[in-house]
């Protein structure tokens, strides 16, 4: 087994369920947060950019002081260790406070309570507009943070950047999209490996044809995750934020009209697979070969490999198809960061851990072999101990480097609404509904965006389309 491709934890999958990633929040929560005790920040915690100074820095991390993580991140303890080791006087106190909206829920009830919430905490890409709504999260460009920005590929900089140029979190990690595929499965149907859209879809009808039992993919229709994954690489741009007030939702505009033909008319057509992922008939597909490619992000190789053992040595990787040729484009599928709580008393000292967990070479390497993590820094991406790894499990094929290149080509400019959860359940209950059902997804997307749209409005968004 591959040191850096190995099976995911089942705790780094439910990180990834897209669903249950953040917990509903209406404006009205969002202005009594604002003012409800997270506004203070102790040691140098203000919403002003103003440099902190090195000698305060300095003072700070000699000073002892215990700090309290919140992260699912599991045996993450050596990564932790690694900081402590630089500061001893600085104690970090790691607390697995749930995952999914547990998490998020926790978070957000100690935020607004004035106390209880933690000094640094693991954040999605995705949920982070959910606490910068509230002013919830420190800005940590007086602590030096806007100095990393070329220690992390381009894109993820943007997914925790604000609109004036605060930087909210850390990458840690990331899932550039790609596509695994059955080479034995393309090899026996004579399928070359499809380049663009249209040459995919041409491949589905094929091998179903030939095969009535074998589908070229799954587009599960509760994978909200996915289809926002793949509208980020269609060059879609579903929400915009303006303030903390006014957003623009373009869930059925031309971008996303152009996917719902596609993978609508795929699903009528019957030559896809629609069914549940990451449940147990899915499991038993992939092993079996009904399913020739998975479009995934770049956790799924190591998902992969511990969850369809009995396919090992048959499936290589290869970027998505692409809807342009000459202008090759991903989107990204899961990922999270560090942010540091606008409340903190340890400010100096949580923007640095927040900073050291994530761009230190030695610490960001442990999460690719502790924890299988896909890399958000440029050195690791560039490390050919990562890059060269051939795992056996891909036919030797060098899967790290396929990702790492891959994540080059993600756009830095998709955003998440602060109502994520929302937009996920109308996602399934309107789009991903008509998939499964085989219905009019251009319909449906209709549908969504009138759902979305009344909602935001109810919340006391002021909505443009």
């Excluded at 956790?299 to 969850?307: E, Y």
Aim: charged share 20%; with cysteine; glycine share 10%.
């Amino acid at each position: 087994m591959s040191k850096f491709l190995s099976a995911a934890s089942s705790a780094s999958l439910n990180r990834r369920g897209f669903l249950a990633a953040t917990g509903a929040l209406t404006l009205a929560s969002t202005l009594s947060a604002c003012g409800g005790g997270s506004g203070g920040s102790g040691s140098g915690g203000g919403s002003s950019a103003k440099a902190v100074s090195q000698a305060d820095i300095d003072k700070a991390m000699k000073t002892p002081t215990e700090l309290v993580f919140w992260t699912w991140v599991p045996n993450i303890d050596k990564e932790v260790a690694l900081f402590q080791a630089k500061y001893p006087a600085i104690k970090v106190k790691v607390v697995n406070a749930g995952q999914g909206v547990t998490h998020y829920t926790k978070l957000r009830t100690a935020i607004k309570a004035g106390s209880g919430a933690p000094d640094a905490v693991q954040i999605e890409y995705q949920a982070i507009p959910t606490f910068t709504i509230t002013d919830s999260l420190l800005d940590l460009r007086p602590y030096g943070a806007a100095k990393l920005k070329d220690t992390f590929v381009d894109w993820t900089w943007g997914q925790v950047s604000g609109a004036d140029g605060e930087v909210f979190a850390i990458p840690q990690d990331t899932g550039p999209m790609g596509m695994l595929y059955r080479k034995d499965i393309f090899d026996k149907h004579r399928i070359d490996v499809p380049t663009t859209w249209d040459e995919f879809a041409a491949a589905a009808r094929k091998l179903h044809k030939a095969d009535p039992d074998v589908y070229l993919t799954n587009l599960a229709a509760n994978e909200a995750a996915a289809w926002h994954g793949l509208l980020w690489q269609a060059g879609a741009k579903p929400y915009a934020l303006s303030g903390k007030s006014d957003i623009t939702i373009s869930v059925d505009d031309a971008v996303s009209r152009k996917l719902g033909d596609y993978w609508g008319g795929l699903a009528k057509e019957g030559v896809i697979g629609t069914e549940p992922d990451f449940a147990d008939s899915w499991y038993a597909a992939l092993n079996k070969g009904k399913y020739a490619t998975w479009i995934t992000a770049a956790w799924g190789p190591s998902f992969l490999s511990g969850s369809a053992k009995s396919t090992a040595g048959k499936w290589r990787a290869a970027p998505l198809p692409q809807w342009d040729a000459a202008k090759p484009s991903a989107g990204n599928w899961g990922g999270s960061t560090t942010a540091v709580v606008k409340g903190t008393k340890n400010a100096i000292a949580a923007a640095m851990f927040a900073q050291f967990l994530n761009s230190d070479p030695a610490s960001a390497k442990l999460f690719a072999t502790e924890q299988f993590f896909f890399p958000a820094t440029k050195a690791l991406l560039g490390d050919a101990s990562f890059t060269g790894d051939a795992p056996s499990f891909y036919g030797g094929q060098k899967v790290n480097q396929v990702f790492a290149d891959i994540s080059s080509t993600v756009s830095p400019s998709f955003q998440w609404p602060p109502f994520l959860d929302q937009a996920a359940t109308d996602w399934t209950e309107t789009v991903g509904k008509s998939l499964a059902d085989k219905t009019d997804t251009a319909r449906a997307l209709g549908a969504w965006q009138t759902r979305l749209t009344t909602y935001a409005k109810n919340q006391g968004f002021t909505v443009k389309s």
